[in-house]
């Protein structure tokens, strides 16, 4: 593996060079065989190149060095930028959607107007970062001096993966964190006033001492959260999961949990002969250990909060699940054929390999899944099974439906910005004339 080389630049130029796309090209492909460990590989070293508007799409970029470079509208979609130096960068109105930006250093970076939605940053450094240059005459000058406090903010970052991120002293200004998981994260003394925060979840997140000024928190989850809310507007906080529980919970449930799912199970197996039905309407089971593979067939859980459960493999044909609270549930290879999901939360759901088609009945008729008014933003539905099934009035934005099966599916109506779809899916929704 050659030395790194060929693409450094001399920082004490006054001008940043600039690269044409076909030039970017072949750092970036000499970089890809550096990581892969092939012959004539060489790390990606682009410190303080002006690289506006160029292309690193669905390309391998972990561990490139883009210290104090201009990336203004660059194009980083699906790229990876994993342990990325990127270091006092000028990212705004950059497009990294969907790039996975774990571990990697964005101190100092301006990313106002950045596009991060479906990111993931985990154990990304935020924190605040300066950079000076020397001139040709041998002077100190501010890198990006003309960039302002306010132009540092206002990042899209909707359902980022920011666990354990550390942004301490950072600038957010008018930030979009909704839907966003920033689980443990540090962001101490940070400018978040104006910032989104809806349905973002911040369990055993640090904000002390942060500007929360007009900072909109509806629908968070502040679990062990340290964070001073004297000064938010209850309108902002409407919704907010706090560590107390909301209504009832397990210790106030008819039955010990484990009790009534035996019940369940002969209710089922005896066609409601013998048993009980699972019933859990309204109430808040965070704390339980989950239902993965078990036998759910009907349970009734209309307004219950279910946030981050595990139902994987579970069996919950005809589930009542309306207005229910699923945010971040794992439905992966579930049976939820002919449930009911109506105005039901399932941002950030995984429904990967789900059945989701209509069940067929006994009597030759079909029980539909119902997703009237349920929200899927940011869910994934790869490879499930949609035959069928009736999305109109549904949220779809940033949803990931690559590889399900879409036959005869219903999309009119459906709010889909941002969602993902293989292109034989294109074709079957433009045969329905509709947009994505």
């Given amino acids: 593996m050659e030395d790194e080389k060929d693409n450094k630049k001399d920082a004490k130029d006054d001008a940043p060079a600039t690269l044409t796309q076909q030039e970017l090209e072949r750092i970036i492909k000499k970089h890809e065989d550096y990581i892969m460990g092939r012959k004539g590989g060489i790390r990606a070293h682009l410190t303080h190149y002006n690289l506006e508007g160029l292309s690193f799409a669905q390309r391998d970029l972990s561990d490139a060095d883009f210290t104090g470079s201009t990336l203004c509208e660059a194009d980083f979609t699906g790229s990876k930028l994993d342990r990325a130096v990127l270091y006092c960068s000028d990212l705004r109105g950059a497009n990294l959607y969907n790039a996975s930006l774990k571990n990697a250093d964005l101190r100092g970076a301006t990313l106002r107007g950045a596009n991060l939605v479906g990111a993931n940053m985990a154990g990304i450094d935020l924190r605040e970062g300066s950079l000076s240059s020397a001139t040709s005459d041998g002077e100190l000058k501010d890198n990006h001096a003309q960039i302002s406090v306010v132009e540092k903010g206002g990042a899209n970052l909707s359902g980022a993966n920011l666990n354990g991120a550390k942004l301490s002293g950072a600038v957010a200004v008018g930030s979009d964190f909704s839907d966003a998981t920033l689980k443990g994260a540090r ?250």
């Fill in 187 to 436: 962001i101490k003394k940070a400018s978040l006033r104006d910032a989104d925060f809806s349905n973002t979840d911040l369990e055993n997140a640090d904000l002390s001492e942060c500007d929360l000024a007009n900072v909109v928190l509806r629908n968070a989850v502040l679990t062990n959260t340290a964070i001073n809310l004297s000064g938010v507007a209850k309108e902002n906080l409407e919704g907010a999961m706090m560590g107390i529980p909301l209504g009832l919970t397990l210790k106030d449930l008819p039955l010990p949990l484990e009790q009534m799912l035996l019940l369940h199970k002969q209710w089922v197996e005896s066609s409601g002969k013998s048993g009980k039905q699972f019933d859990v309407s309204g109430f808040d089971l965070r704390g339980s250990s989950g239902f993965a593979g078990l036998s759910l067939t009907l349970m009734r859980g209309k307004g219950t909060i279910f946030y981050e459960l595990d139902f994987s493999k579970a069996q919950v044909q005809g589930g009542d699940f309306r207005e229910a609270d699923m945010r971040h549930i794992n439905f992966s290879n579930a049976d939820l054929r002919g449930a009911n999901f109506s105005k039901a939360q399932l941002r950030n759901a995984n429904l990967s390999g789900a059945k989701i088609q209509p069940l067929l009945l006994t009597s030759g008729n079909k029980m539909h899944t119902v997703w009237a008014g349920a929200s899927l933003r940011h869910a994934n539905l790869t490879k499930a099974d949609l035959t069928e099934v009736d999305f109109s009035g549904t949220d779809l934005c940033s949803a990931d439906l690559r590889g399900a099966n879409i036959t005869r599916a219903n999309f009119k109506g459906a709010m889909m910005k941002g969602a993902l779809f293989d292109p034989d899916q294109r074709g079957i929704l433009a045969k329905q004339m509709v947009k994505v």
